[in-house]
């Protein structure tokens, strides 16, 4: 993450602005067609937390994955395998990227992609995405001494992508009606403190050299979503540019997880969501950034927990099931609803 306009006086105003003017709460939560009960188990109840959280511990245990380190590619490699394993067809895309925290130096960053070959004619193509890449430098460890150190990458970078292998896994299990790309974006976390300048270097390049063979409709972006002590507030640039898409996983959320999807706003964020915004392609960020551990060494595994990740795991997986046709065309289920 990204550089954030956080003042407190301006995140109060915008939120009580936003709540007298737009006047959409009382819809958030309720019941409709969108979220009706399946007949029987839901899919997405069977999004494993336990199994995710491997996931996330087994990126860490890599050592961070800064662009250009041995970690770096060794993780690479293993997400490639992993997706490919799964049945999935994967591509590299390869960017001359010039992260400001190393210098501007030209270092190559990679974003993989992994899709389905041959799936059916879908009437509704997402994007799932998060960042893979640590920043180099824990410029906001209360330890000075640490500050020269890299991040480990637990929450911010390891969460987003452990959510999205477990899904591939639950997708490939029972493929939804809809079509979907995972996309992990490189060089997302190296730009200039309190500067919009450096961040979000994937996904600009993803967002300007999107492949034309994996048209999407819309997406959804994941970052610092495992934090032990969830709650995802709304993203403002989502809700202005994306309300459909917004609303439509909040329906789900505060209606799943009432205590981790909250109706109030972040102030502006700088995130991989923005560059397909600017191009007119609807895209939500759901990021937790209460995060006392953001850019320090301390972002470890202990700071995150599986519960977090099978709340975001199953909210997203339950919107992409009920993509692409009415609730009917999802396997029944009884298991996880209200």
């Not at 509704?124 to 640590?134: E, I, Q």
């Not at 452990?162 to 896994?169: D, H, N, T």
């Not at 979907?180 to 993803?206: I, K, M, P, T």
């Amino acid at each position: 993450m990204k550089h954030v306009h956080d003042l407190f006086t301006d995140r109060c105003a915008l939120v009580i602005g936003l709540l007298l003017i737009i006047g959409v709460w009382p819809a958030w939560g309720s019941e409709t067609s969108g979220t009706a009960p399946l007949k029987s188990e839901a899919p997405w109840k069977r999004f494993d937390a336990e199994r995710a959280f491997g996931y996330l511990k087994k990126q860490v245990a890599f050592g961070s994955r800064v662009p250009g380190s041995p970690a770096h590619k060794q993780c690479l490699d293993w997400m490639e395998d992993f997706f490919r394993k799964m049945g999935y067809k994967t591509r590299k895309q390869t960017f001359p990227g010039r992260p400001f925290l190393m210098g501007g130096k030209t270092i190559e960053g990679v974003n993989l992609f992994a899709y389905r070959e041959n799936p059916s004619t879908p009437t509704v193509r997402l994007a799932l995405s998060a960042h893979w890449d640590c920043r180099p430098y824990a410029d906001s460890d209360p330890n000075r001494r640490s500050r020269s150190l890299p991040v480990p990458g637990a929450n911010d970078a390891a969460s987003g992508v452990a959510v999205l292998m477990e899904l591939a896994r639950l997708f490939q299990t029972q493929p939804p009606p809809a079509d979907f790309v995972f996309v992990l974006f490189d060089q997302e976390d190296g730009g200039q403190r309190y500067s919009d300048v450096g961040w979000c270097l994937g996904s600009r390049h993803a967002a300007e050299n999107w492949p034309n063979d994996l048209p999407i409709d819309w997406g959804i972006n994941l970052d610092m979503i495992g934090d032990r002590n969830l709650r995802i507030r709304v993203d403002p640039t989502s809700f202005q540019k994306a309300r459909a898409q917004t609303l439509k996983i909040w329906r789900v959320g505060m209606l799943r997880y009432p205590e981790h999807f909250s109706q109030t706003f972040w102030s502006e964020i700088l995130d991989d969501h923005i560059p397909f915004l600017d191009r007119g392609i609807p895209y939500v960020n759901l990021i937790d950034f209460e995060y006392d551990a953001w850019h320090t060494v301390l972002d470890t595994p202990d700071q995150c927990s599986a519960e977090s990740l099978r709340v975001v795991g199953e909210v997203v997986a339950e919107v992409v099931y009920r993509e692409g046709g009415p609730p009917e065309s999802v396997k029944p289920s009884t298991e996880g609803t209200p």
